[in-house]
């Protein structure tokens, strides 16, 4: 996934050389369903001929400072939106009831 703005600053100033050291490594293909980058595919929603771009994944912790090649994976955005999915879950969870909290009239 593209990095959010406010995260930018927590990689590390050398993440080309990384994404590039992993994706080498991936062969340039989705390391879990082999797809390769940059490859074709027809939207079955609109029929429309999109590119799988691959990202690279923090597999075991989303933390973007730990870029241990062991913690990092290249994954089409099919692959990292399915790993990804609980989590971003927990954490839209976690937002609703922040923001429903802050919404809590307190009478006295």
């Given at each position: 996934?593209p990095?959010?703005?406010e995260?930018?600053?927590?990689?590390?100033k050398?993440?080309?050389?990384i994404?590039?050291?992993i994706?080498?490594?991936?062969?340039n293909r989705?390391?879990m369903?082999?797809?390769?980058n940059?490859?074709?595919?027809?939207r079955?929603?609109?029929?429309?001929v999109?590119k799988h771009?691959l990202t690279?994944?923090?597999?075991?912790?989303?933390?973007p400072e730990?870029?241990?090649?062991?913690?990092?994976?290249?994954?089409?955005?099919f692959?990292h939106n399915?790993?990804?999915?609980?989590m971003?879950?927990?954490?839209?969870?976690a937002?609703?009831?922040?923001?429903?909290?802050?919404l809590?009239i307190?009478?006295?």
């Open positions: 996934m990095i959010r703005p995260n930018k600053d927590r990689y590390p050398n993440w080309k050389e994404r590039a050291q994706l080498e490594r991936a062969n989705c390391e369903c082999g797809v390769e940059h490859s074709e595919y027809i079955k929603k609109d029929g429309k999109c771009v690279i994944a923090h597999i075991h912790d989303d933390s730990n870029c241990d090649p062991s913690n990092l994976m290249a994954l089409c955005c692959c399915g790993l990804d999915a609980k971003r879950a927990e954490h839209a969870r937002t609703r009831l922040a923001k429903d909290k802050s809590t307190k009478f006295d």
